[in-house]
């Protein structure tokens, strides 16, 4: 059980920054996922946590320990790597046993463990083989069980489950979620899929240049984003942003479309805007309504049926994006006709010229 | 009808001719030779039986020649497997230079066996050598050490000679092993264990492992068979210190002009170099034998 704590954590590779002064503190027991695009630097400030990668300015500790210097294997950290890792020539209880008999622990407690772990994970019948003899997501189960048999202080996954196929993904997912509430420990998870994100963290980090970009519990920063990158990376199908401008009228803002000046909606709520200004409005597609008179005009373009819900890709004039709409069954929509849609004031985020959110 | 299925055989032809012209023929050759009186001096070969293998086991120089062979490959192939290994671990690693390192490592490879020779007999020449010049400058000796002239130093001053030469093979075969393991593989073991001798032993070993015994091999064959550094630096002497059985199939065949003797000696270092093959891949078994 512990904390792990990052103060102006930074890395570079020879001229690249791949982390910029990383400050954050993962609590004890605690599920935090670290997503973005990839690039973002998750990857490397996980590895940095193992140990893995050298800290090149900032301080790191784990359990309030100062572990810039210690060794991976003195970290007290297991990882479960993208591709497994698995040891080839080793059998599935030797993979699992590996870090305990290089720790000295004896024989019969090895043993112990191993069965204890492969029982957990449902594992047993694997033991005496092979890694090459297993399908992906049982390479995956010793993986998991491999870390888990160390009893570490601090779980990392850099991204375990991206190599899976869907199915196996969704049911992985599910069972890491179990696993974590079973082994109250602290886990720290990289990975670029935002589902896992949200269903699997108590606190997601969002990471987009090196930079820790917005942190929190998962659905305030989906209701929440604080800038425009946060409200685009989150969310699926992605929030459609709509360039507008920004009046005031008496003590409210209104905005307008910015290609054609269509009203679009106007607020009192207290808005960090200037005025005149431009603004971009992202709203969800399932915040979108289409509506029989007033609203705004666009065309569709494509629809796309998924059976509990469609997504219908509109045209709107003066905008590049096709906007996309979420509804509910199966609307009676056409390829080609023209549409009407607004949608709730509420449910719209405002974001400056810089792209960040104008909430108050 | 252009199906691989129905005349296997044919299909194979085009590879097979080549093999069989350049290896089967002069071996098979090769055996008659051993078997037949085949003299230069002397149109007639009349067929000898085994008479050609009793001379040679018979002969003063057999037991010396084995001794020494057996000797020469027993040093210089696990030193080349091993100092290979290390080196290639060694250059593994990026520091400054690496890259430059890694060409000069290489180098030993591109000089042809007597360029190698006349560069170790300098190396070794007892006045002007660049070995006991540095000796001397570090006051370890005050005269000169023979290394060459001296029966009990020869053989070892041209087993040295002979790693030199053979080592960056290894190093490559070993650089590619080791690059052919999934790097999270190894940082899962710098998770799992701390001491990199045991990372090495637990994992690293047993993925290049195969690599290991085929070098092993490979090299035992080398130094069994090697002639040209004992031809060009000794000349197999002085008296028989490094008379080497190979050495013995150039001068039966060459300068004796007993092309049958000369065989026979040839069959000899083939069936010891089969037991040899044989007594390794069953002292390390590997996956690579075991065929699954």
Same mark, same amino acid.
């Given at each position: 059980?512990?904390?792990?704590?990052?103060?102006?954590?930074?890395?570079?590779?020879?001229?690249?920054?791949?982390?910029?002064?990383?400050?954050?503190?993962?609590?004890?027991?605690?599920?935090?996922?670290?997503?973005?695009?990839?690039?973002?630097?998750?990857?490397?400030?996980?590895?940095?946590?193992?140990?893995?990668?050298?800290?090149?300015?900032?301080?790191?500790?784990?359990?309030?320990?100062?572990?810039?210097?210690?060794?991976?294997?003195?970290?007290?950290?297991?990882?479960?790597?993208?591709?497994?890792?698995?040891?080839?020539?080793?059998?599935?209880?030797?993979?699992?046993?590996?870090?305990?008999?290089?720790?000295?622990?004896?024989?019969?407690?090895?043993?112990?463990?191993?069965?204890?772990?492969?029982?957990?994970?449902?594992?047993?019948?694997?033991?005496?083989?092979?890694?090459?003899?297993?399908?992906?997501?049982?390479?995956?189960?010793?993986?998991?069980?491999?870390?888990?048999?160390?009893?570490?202080?601090?779980?990392?996954?850099?991204?375990?489950?991206?190599?899976?196929?869907?199915?196996?993904?969704?049911?992985?997912?599910?069972?890491?979620?179990?696993?974590?509430?079973?082994?109250?420990?602290?886990?720290?998870?990289?990975?670029?899929?935002?589902?896992?994100?949200?269903?699997?963290?108590?606190?997601?980090?969002?990471?987009?240049? @090196?930079?820790?970009?917005?942190?929190?519990?998962?659905?305030?920063?989906?209701?929440?984003?604080?800038?425009?990158?946060?409200?685009?990376?989150?969310?699926?199908?992605?929030?459609?942003?709509?360039?507008?401008?920004?009046?005031?009228?008496?003590?409210?803002?209104?905005?307008?479309?910015?290609?054609?000046?269509?009203?679009?909606?106007?607020?009192?709520?207290?808005?960090?805007?200037?005025?005149?200004?431009?603004?971009?409005?992202?709203?969800?597609?399932?915040?979108?309504?289409?509506?029989?008179?007033?609203?705004?005009?666009?065309?569709?373009?494509?629809?796309?049926?998924?059976?509990?819900?469609?997504?219908?890709?509109?045209?709107?004039? @003066?905008?590049?994006?096709?906007?996309?709409?979420?509804?509910?069954?199966?609307?009676?929509?056409?390829?080609?006709?023209?549409?009407?849609?607004?949608?709730?004031?509420?449910?719209?985020?405002?974001?400056?010229?810089?792209?960040?959110?104008?909430?108050? | 009808?252009?199906?691989?299925?129905?005349?296997?055989?044919?299909?194979?032809?085009?590879?097979?001719?080549?093999?069989?012209?350049?290896?089967?023929?002069?071996?098979?050759?090769?055996?008659?030779?051993?078997?037949?009186?085949?003299?230069?001096?002397?149109?007639?070969?009349?067929?000898?039986?085994?008479?050609?293998?009793?001379?040679?086991?018979?002969?003063?120089?057999?037991?010396?020649?084995?001794?020494?062979?057996?000797?020469?490959?027993?040093?210089?192939?696990?030193?080349?497997?091993?100092?290979?290994?290390?080196?290639?671990?060694?250059?593994?690693?990026?520091?400054?230079?690496?890259?430059?390192?890694?060409?000069?490592?290489?180098?030993?490879?591109?000089?042809? !066996?007597?360029?190698?020779?006349?560069?170790?007999?300098?190396?070794?020449?007892?006045?002007?050598?660049?070995?006991?010049?540095?000796?001397?400058?570090?006051?370890?000796?005050?005269?000169?050490?023979?290394?060459?002239?001296?029966?009990?130093?020869?053989?070892?001053?041209?087993?040295?000679?002979? $790693?030199?030469?053979?080592?960056?093979?290894?190093?490559?075969? $070993?650089? &590619?092993?080791?690059?052919?393991?999934?790097?999270?593989?190894?940082?899962?073991? &710098?998770?799992?264990?701390?001491?990199?001798?045991?990372?090495?032993?637990?994992?690293?070993?047993?993925?290049?492992?195969?690599?290991?015994?085929?070098?092993?091999?490979?090299?035992?064959?080398?130094?069994?068979?090697?002639?040209?550094?004992?031809?060009?630096?000794?000349?197999?002497?002085?008296?028989?210190?490094?008379?080497?059985?190979?050495?013995?199939?150039?001068?039966?065949?060459?300068?004796?002009?007993?092309?049958?003797? !000369?065989?026979?000696?040839?069959? $000899?270092?083939?069936?010891?170099? &089969?037991?040899?093959?044989? &007594?390794?891949?069953?002292?390390?078994?590997?996956?690579?034998?075991?065929?699954?």
């Amino acid at each position: 059980m512990a904390s792990v704590e990052l103060k102006n954590v930074s890395k570079t590779f020879g001229r690249v920054e791949a982390v910029r002064d990383v400050s954050l503190t993962v609590h004890d027991r605690e599920f935090v996922v670290f997503v973005g695009p990839s690039g973002c630097g998750k990857s490397t400030l996980l590895r940095m946590i193992a140990g893995l990668e050298s800290v090149s300015s900032g301080e790191l500790s784990i359990g309030g320990k100062p572990m810039n210097a210690v060794a991976a294997a003195d970290r007290g950290i297991a990882m479960v790597f993208q591709s497994y890792a698995l040891y080839p020539h080793m059998s599935v209880a030797e993979n699992l046993g590996f870090a305990l008999k290089m720790l000295g622990t004896d024989k019969a407690e090895i043993d112990r463990k191993v069965a204890e772990t492969a029982a957990t994970l449902q594992i047993e019948e694997l033991l005496a083989r092979r890694p090459r003899e297993l399908s992906g997501g049982q390479r995956q189960r010793v993986a998991i069980g491999r870390a888990i048999v160390r009893k570490p202080d601090v779980f990392l996954f850099d991204e375990p489950l991206s190599n899976l196929d869907a199915d196996l993904r969704a049911q992985m997912r599910v069972e890491m979620a179990r696993l974590h509430r079973q082994l109250e420990t602290t886990m720290i998870y990289v990975t670029h899929d935002q589902v896992e994100a949200m269903t699997l963290a108590d606190r997601i980090v969002i990471l987009d240049k @090196g930079r820790v970009v917005q942190q929190g519990r998962p659905l305030d920063l989906h209701e929440r984003p604080a800038n425009r990158f946060v409200a685009g990376f989150l969310g699926q199908p992605k929030m459609n942003f709509l360039p507008a401008v920004a009046e005031r009228v008496g003590d409210a803002i209104a905005f307008r479309l910015a290609a054609d000046r269509q009203p679009l909606f106007s607020t009192r709520e207290g808005l960090r805007l200037a005025p005149g200004g431009t603004a971009e409005i992202g709203v969800r597609p399932n915040a979108i309504s289409l509506v029989a008179d007033k609203g705004i005009a666009a065309e569709i373009v494509l629809v796309e049926r998924l059976g509990g819900t469609s997504l219908l890709y509109l045209k709107v004039d @003066g905008l590049r994006q096709l906007l996309t709409v979420e509804l509910q069954g199966k609307p009676a929509a056409t390829i080609g006709s023209s549409v009407r849609f607004r949608f709730d004031p509420a449910d719209a985020h405002v974001f400056d010229g810089q792209g960040r959110s104008c909430r108050l | 009808m252009w199906t691989t299925q129905r005349f296997p055989a044919i299909w194979l032809l085009p590879a097979l001719l080549p093999v069989a012209l350049m290896t089967i023929y002069p071996i098979a050759y090769a055996l008659w030779t051993s078997m037949h009186s085949v003299l230069l001096l002397f149109p007639d070969t009349p067929f000898t039986g085994i008479d050609n293998y009793v001379r040679v086991v018979k002969s003063g120089y057999f037991l010396d020649a084995l001794y020494n062979s057996l000797l020469f490959t027993a040093i210089a192939a696990p030193l080349v497997v091993v100092f290979g290994t290390l080196t290639a671990l060694f250059l593994q690693r990026r520091f400054f230079g690496s890259r430059i390192v890694r060409s000069i490592v290489l180098l030993p490879w591109v000089l042809p !066996g007597a360029i190698s020779a006349v560069l170790w007999i300098w190396v070794f020449h007892p006045s002007f050598g660049v070995l006991n010049g540095t000796l001397r400058a570090l006051g370890a000796i005050d005269g000169s050490i023979p290394w060459l002239t001296s029966p009990k130093l020869a053989l070892i001053s041209v087993v040295v000679a002979h $790693i030199w030469t053979q080592i960056p093979f290894a190093v490559v075969l $070993i650089m &590619a092993a080791l690059s052919a393991i999934n790097s999270e593989t190894l940082e899962a073991a &710098a998770i799992d264990c701390r001491s990199p001798v045991r990372r090495f032993r637990y994992v690293i070993f047993p993925e290049i492992k195969p690599m290991f015994v085929v070098l092993l091999i490979y090299n035992a064959l080398a130094a069994f068979t090697t002639y040209d550094l004992v031809y060009a630096m000794t000349g197999g002497g002085p008296g028989t210190a490094t008379t080497l059985l190979s050495f013995q199939i150039w001068k039966e065949s060459f300068s004796m002009y007993d092309f049958g003797t !000369g065989s026979a000696v040839a069959f $000899i270092v083939v069936a010891i170099s &089969a037991v040899m093959i044989l &007594a390794i891949t069953r002292a390390l078994p590997s996956d690579l034998f075991e065929g699954d």
